[in-house]
């Protein structure tokens, strides 16, 4: 398979709120689950306070390591929300009043409810994209290969719908969940053994326990699905030999 | 304050499962909650998948810059579970198989059905400390100022209760909401006005919507209980005079 037919990205989540534990994240899991089922691969996850150091650190760490960064939060209109001058900075581009988005804004607030703190939502960085807002209006913006949504889930999740279609995306990763009705101890030697005659294939064992006691999820993944049907059916003939065992 | 008084953190959660969206974490706003309330200040977090020089590079960079690193995951009994050896190359230590531990299972497991899989999670880097495990045994570890813990929420929980009196703290981070009855926008600019004049509290904006509209909610902290009495004092006089301009 040509390493362009793999897509990656990475999602910085900014945010004191975060971080305190006062607000828990709702984003993480839907981009990843989001980003999976239209082919991109989400391969790290930061989540950093509102400071510009930190910001612009993390922001040029990971934009130079995989196809996409998206960010979310730290786009409104006050003096904490310091996304746009940040990832400005991380381009080395100056930070520009969006003509366009003045004039959404002026759509919703009369000219002289337009204060500077709201005009602060129009700044984005110079030669930055706008991306549509279908809940509140006010856009995100793309700069490059780094996304900057809204932090707050609905407004992010329409972001996310609005720049989807225009992202590259590579051959899906196909999975396959298989209950074990083992522990997973007891099948860590066989599951392991069919994990290395498979080496196309990644294999996770999730321990869970239910009414019914301790269990294990086993969850197969890959781009090939010739592959994955026959990794799944090595692994199903391992189950059967250790539960045949163990009766 | 000198700067001992500050302790910080940084965690790191490890696994596949949460990169796919698979599985939702649940960790990382229990542990910011959790670790703020003891007086630690969580300053970063990062999800990376089960690949060993991923968590190399991670451990290491984190656990140099913060007082302690938590991990959560990877240290069951399955191929996939690679925390104990990732964090043990990190260290530039060998990973043993702690008596301790085998013990421990043997008190679970008969001899027989102590096979390699199982004694896997034995393994810890030399020198590490045991972090005990309240909920199903198998403990977790500490070496140096990294804490390995378990993904299962329950488990990992029962591990931070264990391990949190044993960790130097700092003084609290304390906090107040305070409900602005306004629009974000409509207070963006005294507000940033009343931060900058307050440099001592961390001030932060958070819009919510419910049936009565557009609100927020504006967070102040601070670990000086007078600054932040005078900074809440403040906040309310300016929403006062807000509301009053507006009606």
């Given amino acids: 398979m040509a390493s362009n037919d793999i897509v990656t ?3 910085l989540v900014i945010g004191d709120e975060i971080l305190s534990g006062r607000t ?9 689950e989001y980003l999976t089922a239209i082919g991109i691969d989400l391969k790290e996850v930061r989540v950093v306070p509102d400071d510009e150091d930190e910001i612009v650190a993390a922001v040029n760490a990971m934009r130079s390591r995989y196809s996409y960064l998206f960010t979310t939060g730290g786009i409104g209109p006050t003096h904490d929300d310091i996304t746009a001058d940040s990832v400005a900075k991380a381009f080395g581009v100056a930070v520009m009043e969006d003509q ?3 004039e959404m804004l002026l759509t919703r607030f009369k000219p002289e409810d337009l204060h500077e703190g709201r005009r602060r939502m129009a700044r984005v960085p110079h030669g930055a994209d706008l991306v549509p807002n279908p809940v509140s209006r006010v856009p995100g913006f793309r700069i490059e290969n780094v996304i900057v949504m809204a932090g707050i889930p609905a407004v992010m999740q329409g972001m996310l719908d609005g720049v989807a279609p225009s992202l590259q995306t590579g051959i899906k990763m196909l999975s396959v969940s298989i209950r074990a009705d083992s522990r997973e101890g007891d099948i860590a030697l066989p599951f392991g053994a069919v994990a290395k005659a498979h080496p ?4 996770g064992s999730y321990p869970f326990s239910d009414d019914r006691g301790p269990n294990t999820n086993l969850v197969l993944r890959s781009r090939d699905p010739e592959k994955l049907a026959a990794a799944k059916e090595a692994v199903e003939d391992m189950l059967i030999a250790v539960r045949g065992k163990a009766a």
């Avoid at 196309?200 to 294999?203: Q, T």
């Fill in 200 to 203: 196309d294939v990644i294999m």
């Fill in 24 to 32: 828990k994240d709702k984003n993480i899991g839907y981009i990843a």
């Fill in 100 to 102: 366009r988005i003045i």
């Fill in 9 to 11: 990205a990475g999602l």
